[in-house]
């Protein structure tokens, strides 16, 4: 078990060319890195202002608008990556206003090669592990689940490619006795390679529900969980490690007052803040202490997200920062966040587990060697014959049991009266056989033993004959 809180991670967006700088700052140099945030005192009217001017916030690491791509997956993603592949569940989600670069970090721009987010950067380093793995053998399937309006839908439904955000199949949750969470309609994609499981990412993406709003040319009006399952077991082995890899780009919160919004665009603006509204009670009733009750079911989100906050899996947040002067205050609102975020420990275990298809072969083989206890005890016999399978495995075990040379050795053949009665007819045989043996030989022993005398007799006479034969001839001369 893994006891640890989770880590929280800050980025901060390059302005764009007409946006104003807002005033913040990085210190490096403490423990953990910290972010401080000014904010100007606005004395106009003459009024006193004594709102708070400095705000500073401490984050494992702050990457600042010069950040690469490839830095952040190797310092956040990667880890999470390693971990997934020894059996634990993982889980890396972003956070902050819209515009303020969600999906850019998890998922990528398109314009460049060198672009590419976490989730392909993710993928095509799972596979290159997998690939260089030989003791195990690996299985990997795919999902991704869209949460739009609080409706969850899949975006890799394989009937079908929907033209409309109605024509893919709706995902339901569901909830075991256990209290685990189960999405019905959810498809399970198989890839067996990094090409296939990206063509499934891209697939999903084109389905992804965005629009233009003041904020973004192309903002995300849609939660969406990009899911890696991965399966591995060793030759032989009767256990199966089962992990998961969450890969979640939220939806940015916007202030409708400050967007002027309508109309389509103001209604996925109220579900989107009320969903980002419920995972801040979440997070609010997880770091307080002696909290009897989690609002997990709330909304679809924080009920598919369980896990990944205070539950079974290593998690990592990455807080957006838009740091232009318009934006300031829902900068430090999202710093604000992920400071509670902070606080939660997740207890993340080795998922692993007894094949299915091994247990069901030793249940059942234990299952025929109680009825056959039960036949011995009560002495009901069984009237059918053994099987030709049955019979060739006794032969072999009554084989091996003559063969062995140790002399406490056993003949196990469970509590069967039929093995049992084939197994003395066996026996019967096989003695029977050798003392049929022995006494053939014995007889043959005895015929040798005859011809040899009888050969050895006309040895002699014919010795005798040559004898008197040479005597005979010298009497002559």
Not at 98 to 112: M, N
Not at 189 to 210: C, H, K, P, V, W
């Given at each position: 078990?893994?006891?640890?809180?989770?880590?929280?991670?800050?980025?901060?967006?390059?302005?764009?060319?007409?946006?104003?700088?807002?005033?913040?700052?990085?210190?490096?140099?403490?423990?953990l890195p910290s972010l401080e945030i000014t904010v100007p005192r606005d004395l106009a009217d003459?009024?006193?202002?004594?709102?708070?001017?400095?705000?500073?916030?401490?984050?494992?690491?702050?990457?600042?608008?010069?950040?690469?791509?490839?830095?952040?997956?190797?310092?956040?993603?990667?880890?999470?990556?390693?971990?997934?592949?020894?059996?634990?569940?993982?889980?890396?989600?972003?956070?902050?206003?819209?515009?303020?670069?969600?999906?850019?970090?998890?998922?990528?721009?398109?314009?460049?090669?060198?672009?590419?987010?976490?989730?392909?950067?993710?993928?095509?380093?799972?596979?290159?592990?997998?690939?260089?793995?030989?003791?195990?053998?690996?299985?990997?399937?795919?999902?991704?689940?869209?949460?739009?309006?609080?409706?969850?839908?899949?975006?890799?439904?394989?009937?079908?490619?929907?033209?409309?955000?109605?024509?893919?199949?709706?995902?339901?949750?569901?909830?075991?006795?256990?209290?685990?969470?189960?999405?019905?309609?959810?498809?399970?994609?198989?890839?067996?390679?990094?090409?296939?499981?990206?063509?499934?990412?891209?697939?999903?993406?084109?389905?992804?529900?965005?629009?233009?709003?003041?904020?973004?040319?192309?903002?995300?009006?849609?939660?969406?969980?990009?899911?890696?399952?991965?399966?591995?077991?060793?030759?032989?082995?009767?256990?199966?490690?089962?992990?998961?890899?969450?890969?979640?780009?939220?939806?940015?919160?916007?202030?409708?007052?400050?967007?002027?919004?309508?109309?389509?665009?103001?209604?996925?603006?109220?579900?989107?803040?009320?969903?980002?509204?419920?995972?801040?009670?979440?997070?609010?009733?997880?770091?307080?202490?002696?909290?009897?009750?989690?609002?997990?079911?709330?909304?679809?989100?924080?009920?598919?997200?369980?896990?990944?906050?205070?539950?079974?899996?290593?998690?990592?947040?990455?807080?957006?920062?838009?740091?232009?002067?318009?934006?300031?205050?829902?900068?430090?609102?999202?710093?604000?966040?992920?400071?509670?975020?902070?606080?939660?420990?997740?207890?993340?275990?080795?998922?692993?587990?007894?094949?299915?298809?091994?247990?069901?072969?030793?249940?059942?083989?234990?299952?025929?060697?109680?009825?056959?206890?039960?036949?011995?005890?009560?002495?009901?016999?069984?009237?059918?014959?053994?099987?030709?399978?049955?019979?060739?495995?006794?032969?072999?075990?009554?084989?091996?049991?003559?063969?062995?040379?140790?002399?406490?050795?056993?003949?196990?053949?469970?509590?069967?009266?039929?093995?049992?009665?084939?197994?003395?007819?066996?026996?019967?045989?096989?003695?029977?056989?050798?003392?049929?043996?022995?006494?053939?030989?014995?007889?043959?022993?005895?015929?040798?033993?005859?011809?040899?005398?009888?050969?050895?007799?006309?040895?002699?006479?014919?010795?005798?004959?040559?004898?008197?034969?040479?005597?005979?001839?010298?009497?002559?001369?």
């Amino acid at each position: 078990m893994v006891k640890e809180t989770i880590r929280v991670y800050a980025r901060v967006k390059p302005l764009g060319r007409r946006q104003q700088a807002g005033s913040y700052s990085v210190d490096n140099e403490e423990p953990l890195p910290s972010l401080e945030i000014t904010v100007p005192r606005d004395l106009a009217d003459g009024f006193i202002n004594n709102k708070r001017e400095s705000y500073k916030f401490k984050f494992q690491k702050i990457f600042d608008q010069e950040a690469k791509q490839d830095v952040i997956f190797d310092i956040i993603a990667k880890p999470v990556a390693e971990c997934v592949l020894a059996g634990y569940n993982g889980t890396i989600f972003a956070y902050g206003q819209t515009g303020s670069g969600k999906t850019f970090t998890i998922t990528g721009g398109a314009e460049r090669y060198s672009d590419r987010g976490i989730i392909p950067r993710t993928l095509s380093y799972i596979f290159d592990q997998l690939q260089k793995d030989s003791s195990k053998v690996y299985t990997t399937h795919v999902s991704y689940l869209e949460i739009y309006n609080e409706c969850g839908y899949d975006l890799l439904d394989p009937r079908h490619e929907a033209s409309r955000m109605e024509d893919l199949p709706k995902v339901t949750i569901m909830e075991d006795s256990d209290q685990n969470i189960h999405l019905k309609n959810l498809s399970l994609q198989q890839a067996t390679n990094e090409e296939e499981a990206l063509n499934l990412l891209f697939l999903g993406d084109t389905n992804r529900m965005i629009a233009e709003t003041p904020m973004n040319q192309a903002s995300s009006r849609s939660h969406c969980i990009f899911t890696i399952h991965i399966s591995s077991k060793e030759p032989g082995s009767a256990t199966i490690r089962r992990s998961k890899l969450h890969l979640v780009d939220l939806a940015g919160s916007e202030r409708v007052a400050k967007t002027g919004i309508g109309g389509h665009l103001l209604t996925e603006a109220k579900y989107i803040n009320l969903s980002l509204h419920y995972l801040e009670q979440v997070i609010i009733a997880l770091a307080e202490k002696n909290r009897s009750h989690i609002p997990y079911r709330n909304s679809m989100m924080t009920s598919v997200l369980r896990d990944s906050l205070g539950g079974n899996c290593m998690t990592t947040m990455i807080s957006t920062l838009a740091m232009d002067k318009r934006n300031i205050d829902e900068s430090i609102s999202t710093c604000r966040f992920a400071q509670r975020v902070a606080l939660i420990k997740n207890e993340a275990v080795l998922n692993e587990e007894i094949d299915p298809r091994l247990m069901i072969v030793q249940l059942r083989k234990e299952i025929q060697d109680l009825k056959d206890e039960l036949a011995l005890v009560t002495g009901k016999q069984r009237t059918s014959e053994l099987s030709q399978e049955e019979l060739l495995q006794l032969d072999e075990l009554i084989d091996m049991f003559l063969k062995d040379n140790d002399p406490d050795s056993s003949l196990d053949v469970g509590a069967d009266m039929r093995k049992i009665k084939y197994c003395f007819v066996h026996m019967k045989v096989f003695f029977l056989n050798r003392d049929e043996n022995i006494s053939e030989e014995k007889d043959s022993n005895e015929e040798v033993e005859k011809l040899k005398g009888l050969l050895q007799q006309r040895d002699n006479e014919i010795s005798i004959l040559c004898s008197e034969e040479v005597l005979f001839g010298f009497e002559m001369i």
